[in-house]
Each structure stands twice: as C-alpha cells, then as structure tokens.
C-alpha cells in the first residue's frame, strides 16, 4: 500500500495533483478505523462506524471529483479537435446561445396564431399530464397539444452565437496549412488524450486497492465480533457500500464512447493527411510509408518528422487503450480467469500481466513523443511496423499475426483441439442409452458410454503433463489427436460387432483427446502477457462453444442419418458384413473426419512455439526441455535448495521418492487455506451436477416423453448456448456483490431447483408402493399380491399397468412434466454456472503463490477434480438407471435426489469456511 501511495506521486501530472484521488488522506481514514478496531472492538462501536461513515462519504466525493475532472478533459479535447477538423466550416457551423433572461421557449397561446405559418408545428401524441411518466416531469413542461418550435427573436444579438467548436480550448491554431504545423496541432491533441488515459488508469487502481483494504479492515473487525455479524453484514459489498458503483463509472470512462470517438478522429485527419502529401507530390502509390518517403524526396525532414511523430502519437493511444483495458478488468479478463492458466514459474499468475501493464502506464510520459527526432522516431516506425513497407496509415490493430512465441496459425490449431474434444464428448450424449440398447446391453449403460471418456481424460492429465516437459507441444496434440480419431472410429463400427465393448475402448481412446493441461500450458508459456487475456478467453469460449456444438450436431445427425440398422457400405470383413451409418454411429465417423483434418492441419501447419515464458534458457522453442525430475526438485525444494543439492542426495533420489515428495508438498500447500480445498471440492460438485443434468436428460426425454434423440441433442445445445451469457451476469453482478455471497445463494438455488425437478407423481407412487411391500397387507386403497414371477399391484383400485407408460415409468407430475423437467432443468444449469463462475475466481486468489510453481499446480488440479467429478456423475446415472428396475423406483427421483444432499454438503462448506472465501 506504501509503495503504492509512493508510485502515485511520482505518476502524477505536474497541474493536475489536486484532480488524482486523495489516496494518502483515505489511507489514513482507514488506519485510524484499523486501530479502533485493533483497540477495543464493541465499546467503540460507535466511533468506528462514523469513521467507515466519513472515509464513505469522503471516498464518494473523491470518485465524482476524478469523473468529473475525466469528462470536462475530454470534452475540451474533443471541442479542439472538432475546431481543426472543421475549420473550414466554421463560418457556417454556429450554436446560439440565449442568455437567462431571454431564453427561447415554445408558444402554448392558441389565441396567437400571427406567426403559425412561419412557425414549424410538431404533432404530439396525447398524453395527458396525470400519466405515470408525466408526473415525473416538472408542471408546465408538458406540451398537451401541438409543440411549436419558434425561430429565433430577432432581438438577439450577433455577439450571442459563436462557432459549435472553439480552436482556443488546449492548442494555438496554426496560421498555415503546411502538414507539419497541422501534424503538430494534433500531435498535441493526441498526447493531451494519452495523459488522461493515464489518469484514468491510475485512479481506477487506486480506488481498488483502497476499497481491497477497507473491505480486509471491516471484515477482520466483523470477525472479531461475531461470525453471524459477519455474514448479516457481507450483504452488502464494497460497491453496495457506495451507491451507484462508481468503480463501474471509471471503467466505463476508461473504454468510453467518447474516448473511442476522439482516436477516431484523430485517426481520420492522419489518413487525410497521408492521402494529401501523397496527392501534392503526384504519388499514387498507397500506404504510410510511402507518403513519408515522398517527403523525404522533397528533401523536407522536417514535415516528415511532424508526420511520423503524428502516427507514431496514435499508434501509441491505441496501444494504451489496450492497457487500459486490462488494468480495468473488462468481462474477457474474467472469463479468462475460468482457464486456470499459469505462466510458468511465474507467481502471479494472470494477474502479472495486470501488473505489467499497469508498470507501463506508470512510466510512460506521453510528453516525451514531443521530444522524440527524426531518428527515434524511425527507430519506433521499423519496430512497429517490421515487414510493413506499404502498410495502411489506419491499420492499428493487434497482430493477430503473433501472439507471441506462437504464430496465429498454430494458435487456432490449438484452441480447434479443445473445441474438437469438447464436441467429441458432447455429441453422444442425445443417442448414448440407445446405442447401449441396440449393443444388446440396457440403456443405463449409456452413461457408461459418455463417462468412459472422463475416466481416461484423468490419466491423459497426468501423462500430458509430463509429456510437454520432455518433448514438444505439436507431439502431444498430435498424440491428442490420433487417438479420439482411432477411438472414434471404433465407436462408430461398434454397432457392426455388436459389442458394448468396442464402444467403451473407443471412447476410453476419446478421453486422450482431452489435451487441456497442454493447451493451457501452451498458453501460459508461448502467448505474451499482452495477448494472454485474450488467448485465455478463447480457450474458455472454445470449451464452451463445444458444449453447445456437440448436442446440436448430434441432433442434426440424429434427423438426417436414419434410424435404421441396415449396412451401407459392405464390407467382408466385417461381422455385420460392412458398415453401418445412422443415427448412433454418425457421430463417431463425423468426429473422426473431423480429427483427421486436426492431424493434418498439425503435420502440415502447426509450427513449434517458442517458450518466451518458461524462464529457462534450455526452453528454446524446440531444443531441450526441462525434465520431469527438474520441474520437481525446483517446484518442491526451491530453486535455490535444488542448485545447493545437486549432485548429492537430491539428485540420488528414485522417480517415485521425489514424486511422493511432490505431492506431500502440493498437499500442504492446498491446505494452507482452507478456500482452496473448499472451491475445489465445489468446482467437483459443479461438474458432477452438469454431468447428470446432460448425460440423464436423453433418457428422461425417451423414458417420459417418448422423444428421440434430436429433440434432447436440441435441448441440451439450448443449455449450452447459456454459458457465456451467464459469465457475463456473473462478471457483473460480482462488481456489485461478493462473490462469496453470490457462491452461497447460487448452492441454495441449485438445491431448490433440484427440489423442484423430482417427479412428485413418481415420488408418491413409490411410496404407496413400498409402504405395501413393506407392510404386506390389503386394503381397499393399496392391494399387493406376488406371483413367481410378476408382482401384480393396484392403487386406489387402479392396475399398475394403466398408471405406468410404455417404458414402466410412473407419467411425470400429472401432464406437466415436461414444462416441469425443461424450466428446472435449465434453472439448475444456470446455477451451476453462476456457482462456477465465482468459484473459479475465488479459486485463483486463494491459491499460494509456490503451488502455481509446483508440478502438480492449481490448473492441473481443477483438472483432475473436475474429471473426478464427471466420472461420479455418469457412475450415479447408471446406478439410478440399474435401481430404476425396481417398479417403486423413479428414474428422474433416483436421479436428481443425490444432488441434493451434496448441494447441502457444500452450503455446510461455505458457511464453516465463509470467513476464508474472499
């Protein structure tokens, strides 16, 4: 906080200091509070809560001081820059402005109607004044008839119209029209604007890390008092506490309309003037460079500088908007966050590039583009612009050429791998119980089916992990590759063999498609901080684009491929005399084509990337890697340990000694604070709860309501569509609340949703049921009688035979089943992504600074938890499908009820360690 207060004096603006944020003088607000605190908490309860009352009060002002001061700079550089831009027109471009005693107004008089015809009349609806809206309005603004616009009196005065935009707001106006001087105007224009960007930014993150420490202050005093006191309190968080969010009103300043609007312009008049330079030296050669060279053909450096420092002033405003943009944290940072990637042997994680960025826009002093020469400058233009001769003025994009160490080539090969895999274990799930019924095996097993891909994708982590220390990246996505193509493939021919089997292997071979630990890693280690949000953000995206993909594409192929089981391609070697293409093995031939484009595409396309985060100079891109034994004694012992041990003991250590060490440490590590196992444990459950949600909901859909697979492949693609929707609320809402008391609501509403979602005609039937098994007795409502080898049983004098529908289900709460299955369904999902989306967030601030440099990490550890968690989740469908044999057993009962009691389990959780989740 100290070396903070310190970098914010030394980042002010010389004219500005009493504009920043009084940062020292909230500070010591805060330490006075903290000292209360430390005193005697309880007797000076009151003295505390009028010094959080003052240090609120004063924080408000100061925050409408810095946006107030935000909006009156850009309005003064957007009003000069409007006076060159249309200078031309100035003579014609003209406001009025009335003076307060002579203010124009519309006419209401309906006895003057001298001046109707000069008068331009605009129809109004009626409306009268005694409406909800127009009561709102002051009495007498309200036009109930036609609303006549006066011209102006001829009483004013020429004196009270001026030009819409004055030249005399920030520059001179120059007195010629040389590009240079014009250059130079907006040169200064564009340094004024690269100021207030830098302003903005540093009190953005002022704000924060005064608001972090008043939040730790008041929540360590909360827990002093009283733990319940604590959490009645945290109803309210820091942006609660100041009303109407004004950390949200400098974001918005930060990527403002009117911010954008400004570079724009500014951008405009640089293109105008290239194309002028090049007109006036007769050259129709297109592109920036060009125009400077044919200044310097003229032999005029001094224009060709003013010119250059002019592009080289925008270019560097975009890159600042950039970083602006990252210290602010918009909702692509966040869904980033989601990704778990660690950059190396980096410790903060994602939150290093914050950092960096921030570090940039601290010691970059716009001024001195002012005092740049010619040679600097076109040091910067052959940096900038490296193969672009003839580049465009007005292209200042990212390179998404680059992202670093990897090109943009291989970056879409990697991010289609992620995609490929998620839509790979998605597209069985509409048709997997009945491909499990046609293999001649029961429909329970058709979760077996989609969790066999989860229970090798655990081993996959592991042997990624070593795999991409010890060799390159394109080997283990090519491996990733070849093998849900082979699996795929095995799947898809299945049905020939009639074996249950040979689907299981191919879907067991799918689960080593799932190349995540790598492709985070190649993230982490190849993609430049600057890209890295970005890169992260897609990863997440692609992952969940495939959840929606994959049901949709099997739905597709669920319509067009046929549901018949006939050969259509003979071949003799195979049992069932060739291959078989419908509905269930559709989707493994599609994925395999679709595989076998990603293994061409590595072969052919994918280049090896550079390891530019990895901190080792033995990472070279493609040289040597570091090895496993290295990763472990440096993550475990230390760096420093690890070079004074080798060569003796350490070194003498077997694989499995220094492994076992490894994961003492990582062990230790995890439960140093008690927020990480929790989130872990949660982010387990939310993958156990999506899991049975999407694999069970094609055999509800077929066991109660008759459905094929398409209509749930077209149900469960709805849900998945709601994923990046529902990220964005959750960003949002976490700017208002804390995400530890969205955490915990979001566990009530998944355990109320699940509540609602039983089947309560099915649930009393069973009870009925059991209660006469149980009892073994007759009466006039409950009748059972046991035969050898049937149990014929009545209630309320009503056969069993005419309750249960076709596939022996008891009909789902009485006809409104399937508006009961699809509204909780999809409230159950929507709370497991708000639980994930806080979760995860929660996950990465609580994880210790040495477990990101540890082999076994925090990313590779969600990993595993989550796969842990999908396995559970498919096993507990197939039991709930083998118990839903038994007659007085509801599938969607047996289903859903487990969840319950875990949602319970993990609300128990966050309430015994709510103090530890912030």
Known sequence: MVAYGTTLLRARRPGWEHAYLDYDGLRSLLEEIESLCNAELGTEGVTIDSLEEAFLLRLRKEIEKVSLFTLTRQGEIAETV????????????????????????????????????????????????????????????????????????????????????????????????????????????????LHLLKFICINAMGIRKILKKYDKIILRAQQSISTNQSMDDDNMSQQDRLVGGPEDHLQQLANSASIAAIYSSLLAELTDLESNVMLANGTTTNGCVSAYQAIEEGRDNASAASLLRFKCTVSTIHTLREYAQRVNQPFQAFLSSKAMILTGHDPDGLERETQKALSLIWRFQPDSLLLMDKAALDDWERRSMPESSDASIGDFDVDLESWGGVNSTSMIISLMSTLFYTVNYYIVAPTANHYAIILGTDGAFGATLVGASSFSAIFAAFIFSVWYTKSSFRSALLFSALCPCVGNLLYALAISYRSMQVAILGRILVGFGSAEVVNRQLISACVSFRNMTQASALFVAAGAIGMSVGPLLAAILDIVSGRDIDVDLELPFLPAGGIIYNHVSSPGFVMACLWLLEILALLLLFREPERINSGDPASDGGGSMVSFESELELSTYGTSTAKALNGGSLSSRTWWEKTWSELVSVKNLVFTNMALPVTFLLFGFIELADEVLISSCSMVCRRYFGWHGSRAGFLIACLGSLVLPAHYVVERASRYYTERKIMKLSVLFICASSIAILNYEGLLFDSLGLAAETVSASTDQIRAVNGTDTVDISIGGTSVDKVLNKEGEVPYDWGLGKLVYIAFLSAVFMGTIILEGVDTSIMAKATPVKLNNAFINSGLLATLVGTVGRVIGDSMITISAVIDKDIFTDFVNATFLPIIPLALVGYFLIIRFYSSLR
């Open 82 to 193: 409007g006076s060159l831009r249309f200078k031309e027109e100035a003579d014609r471009l003209k406001i009025f402005h009335p003076s307060a005693s002579n203010l124009p107004g519309p006419s209401y008089n309906k006895d003057n109607d001298d001046d109707s015809d000069s008068e331009e009349r605009i129809p109004v609806a009626g409306h009268s004044y005694d409406s909800e809206e127009a009561a709102l309005l002051p009495r007498g603004s309200i036009v109930s008839g036609p609303l006549t616009t006066p011209k102006p009196s001829s009483k004013k005065s020429a004196e009270e119209a001026r030009p819409m935009f004055r030249g005399d707001a920030l520059v001179t106006p120059a007195t010629t029209h040389y590009p240079a001087a014009i250059a130079d105007e907006y040169t200064a224009l564009g340094v004024e604007l």
